[in-house]
């Protein structure tokens, strides 16, 4: 089974079970929910793409020692 597809179901049921709770709130609280899931979101995104330099710094970095190291 793919990891990515199952991940996106468990995203996707998660999602239509939060908007189907959220339907009993009143808008505004709908509203403020909605703006904060996507806040959450945007954060995971950035947290991501932070993760992703910091590997392929640190992989960079370490390149970089072994060809130091072959020329000694």
């Not at 239509?16 to 806040?39: D, F, K, P, Y």
Request: aromatic share 14%; charged share 15%; hydrophobic share 50%.
């Amino acid at each position: 089974m793919n990891p990515a597809i199952l991940a996106g179901l468990i995203f996707w049921g998660t999602m239509a079970r939060v908007l189907s709770e959220l339907m009993t709130w009143s808008v505004e609280h709908t509203q403020q929910g909605l703006l904060w899931l996507c806040n959450g979101m945007w954060a995971g995104a950035a947290g991501m793409v932070v993760y992703a330099v910091y590997r392929w710094f640190r992989y960079e970095r370490g390149q970089a020692h072994k060809e130091a190291d072959h020329e000694r």
